[in-house]
């Protein structure tokens, strides 16, 4: 599902279920826990050593088995392959508003052609991270390369006081450069990066390696990893930093982006479709709304509790939190479940 946005994302999900209902078998490596909960009857979960070893372990229901691939402990063979239990957190509405205001952006025109784009005005908050959400083909990776000076607006003007780090959507690696050359030719925080980033993501466990020899999950950490410790940055933008990165790597993704953010009081803003990512890293949500190649219109950035019901309002998806760990769950459309919180007008985020 790299890069499909979250409706096309069960859209996908749907047509692979009707595969399963005339007969078929259908196996699905899939890096979204929210479309791999939906989608499947059974999962296995593979740990191990990158690069060493991989086990499979027996198979789960799949509730169950991601509820223990969270824990980090697989119950019926007694192993535990990680430290430490990932959690979901519902985060307050008004916890943002405690939070310094840094600099604000005028509202904002750009046209492509026969697109057109309008952003609202709005502010950036010291140690704040800003999610971005919206199907795609909608304007958000032309806002953000407007904030990021690699656009220019046709109306309103951008003129940060700070400088801005960025990390666009598709990724080119050099030919012929090792990763660790790389990352000594980079004007980052080297301590920052040691002791918040690679600490988290293990880059330097792949520096002997060739950039274009990478996986594309490789690749999109140390992008991100350059891009989070880019020296004098107060303003991070990441524009899908989940693409191809595995389930693991994400939350771990997620806990350095935050980490930073918090540590050094810069801002993030996020671009991506990964539900349970966003939910895990994000303060508020900017929600980007429109016809796709048509037209897009992005509001103020609102709490995570606006922000994802009006954006799942928009999908026409209903979500529910797992008691266990509280990661977010895509209720089958029209089950009681999604009638219900349809019916509510809570269609994911509870206070």
Partial sequence: ?????????????????????????????????????????????????????????????????????????????????????????????????NKKIKTEYPSLKKSFGSFELEVEGGNLRAAEVLGIMGPNAIGKTTFVKILAGVEKPDKGEIDFNFKVSFKPQYLVPEKGIRVGEFIDQQDIDKALFKSEVDRRLSITEFENHLLEELSGGELQKIAVSMALCRNDSDLVLLDEPTAFVDIEDRLKMADAIRSVIDSKDKIAMVVDHDILFQDYVSDRLIIFSGNPSVSGRAGQAVSMHEGMNTFLKDMKISFRRDPQTGRPRANKLDSQLDQDQKKRGEYFYSV
């Fill in 1 to 97: 599902t790299s890069y499909l946005d979250i409706k096309e994302r069960l859209n996908s999900a749907k047509l692979l279920r009707e595969l399963a209902a005339e007969g078929k078998s259908v196996v699905v490596i899939e890096h979204d826990l929210a479309v791999l909960d939906y989608l499947s009857d059974s999962i296995h979960l593979l740990y191990g050593k990158k690069s060493a070893y991989g086990i499979v372990s027996n198979t789960k229901s799949v509730k169950n088995g991601i509820n223990e691939f969270l824990d980090g402990y697989v119950k019926s063979e007694n192993v535990r392959f990680r430290r430490k239990e990932l959690k979901f957190e519902v985060k307050p509405s008004a916890d943002y508003k």
